[in-house]
C-alpha cells in the first residue's frame, strides 16, 4: 500500500504562484514515477506533470509547459509541483499519484494509488 497527501493548494490571482507537496507514506520502494493530475469540474481528470522517481525525469502536459515545474526530494518522499504564471483556467482539484512500472505517465491508467486531492483556485 502506498499512501499519498497533497497539500498547497489555496486561493491566488491569475500571475501569481503556488507550490504543491505531495508526501508519499507505504511501500515507496514500489514507485516507479509521480504524476501530477487535475480535474476541473464537469470536466475529466487530466494530466499534468510526472517525474521519474530514480532518475528524476520530467514529463508535461503542453498547457502547463514552461511555467510548471514538477521535482522530487527522495530523502523526504516529497514530490513538488512549482506553479508559476496561474491562469483561471488552471483552477481544478489537483492530485498526486504513484506509477508502479514503465508506462505512459500521461495516461491515468499507468496509475495506481491516488492522493485525495488539494484544491487550486485562480481568479482573474
Known amino acids: 500500500q502506498v499512501q499519498l497527501a497533497e497539500s498547497g493548494g489555496g486561493l491566488v490571482q491569475a500571475g501569481d504562484s503556488l507550490r504543491l507537496s505531495c508526501v508519499v507514506s507505504g511501500r515507496t520502494f514500489s514507485i516507479y514515477a509521480m504524476g501530477w493530475f487535475r480535474q476541473a469540474p464537469g470536466k475529466e481528470r487530466d494530466f499534468v506533470a510526472a517525474?521519474?522517481?530514480?532518475?528524476?525525469?520530467?514529463y508535461y502536459a503542453d498547457s502547463v509547459r514552461g511555467r510548471f515545474t514538477i521535482s522530487r526530494d527522495n530523502a523526504k518522499n516529497t514530490v513538488y509541483l512549482q506553479m508559476n504564471n496561474l491562469k483561471p483556467e488552471d483552477t481544478a482539484l489537483y492530485y498526486c499519484a504513484t506509477a508502479p512500472v514503465p508506462s505512459a505517465l500521461g495516461a491515468r491508467a499507468s496509475y495506481n494509488y491516488w492522493g485525495q486531492g488539494t484544491q487550486v483556485t485562480v481568479s482573474s
Open positions: 517525474v521519474q522517481w530514480g532518475v528524476g525525469r520530467t
